[in-house]
Each structure stands twice: as structure tokens, then as C-alpha cells.
């Protein structure tokens, strides 16, 4: 729900997708931001489209209060 309230969209990723078909899947979304855990970070990076981020979950604070 917090992602739909904030106006982002979850597009869960099937990673044993061939690499080029996560690819078409993301550029199609319209993807700018995806988030991964660190075992799959290098196959998001690599499909990412031109532009957009791959986040490591791992890297993001747990709550406001640690932005600092």
C-alpha cells in the first residue's frame, strides 16, 4: 500500500527470466528505480534501461530517522 500511496508501481521480476527478457520487461515499464537484494544486484544492474538505477536493498536506511 505504501507503494501505490507514494505513486510508485511493484513489478515483481521473475530473475531466472532470461537476461534480455528482464531487459523488455523494465524499458517497457518505464522503470527508473528497482530495487534488488545483493545475490541478484549484478542481473538487475545489467537489464537496467539507459537512465535508470538499481538500488541494493541492503544500502537503504530501515527508517526516516536513519537519513540522519
Keep these: 500500500l505504501g507503494v501505490l500511496k507514494c505513486g510508485a508501481v511493484a ?6 527470466s532470461p537476461a ?3 531487459r523488455r520487461t523494465l524499458a517497457h515499464s518505464g522503470a527508473r528505480v528497482a530495487i534488488a ?7 538487475l544492474a545489467e537489464a537496467m534501461p539507459e ?17 540522519g
Excluded: N, T
Design 51 to 67: 537512465g535508470a538505477q538499481a538500488l541494493r536493498i541492503e544500502d537503504i536506511p530501515a527508517s526516516a530517522d536513519d537519513f
Design 37 to 43: 537484494d545483493a545475490a541478484r544486484m549484478a542481473l
Design 20 to 22: 534480455d527478457r528482464l
Design 11 to 16: 513489478l515483481p521480476l521473475d530473475v531466472r
